[in-house]
């Protein structure tokens, strides 16, 4: 990952993290529908569950706060959830970093047969991002949220790669 580091979140990073949603859509695309918007620090702190799944972040070489994401097991899957970069930083190779990252840590945390994430019908970047890192669409398990704006995406859990694969 070069000069870049993931780490457990802790409640300083969520704070960091707030500035990053400045609207209802952007919260509640990033944080899904119930996430609530306008958001205090407890409800940020609340709605973005940190304290109920492995959260991770992404920082720089100088600490500074670059990526969020999460996992926890869903369906009989490693789930990826909350997946975001700063808004500076967007469009510089960092979701592709931190999403390797988050699927090396699930692979650590869980023994599961595959991964899984929902992502936006409206966010194609994000889309050609998880596509090209060998995510597929596949129908969504029973009772899942967001059937009307989210694709569910699938890959399998892979062997861990020798360094530099």
Known sequence: MGSRSLTTACSTA??????WFTDEVGATSWG?????????????HEDCHWH??????????TGL??????????SNRIHLARIGVSPERRGCGIGR???????????RIFE??????????DNPVA??????MGF?????????????ICYYMIRQVEERQSPGG
């Open 65 to 74: 706060l670059v990526g969020f994401g999460q996992l926890y097991e869903r």
């Open 14 to 19: 969520i704070d960091a993290l707030m500035p």
């Open 136 to 148: 597929i669409r596949s129908e969504f398990p029973p009772g899942a949220p967001m059937q009307d």
């Open 32 to 44: 899904g529908p119930q996430f609530r918007y306008p958001f205090t620090r407890e409800s940020f």
């Open 127 to 132: 889309s050609k991002l998880y596509s090209g």
């Open 97 to 107: 970093e931190l999403v390797r990252a988050l699927l090396d840590e699930g692979r």
């Open 112 to 121: 599961l047969p595959e991964y899984s994430l929902f992502v936006r019908k």
């Open 52 to 61: 109920d799944m492995d959260t991770f972040v992404l920082r720089d070489a």
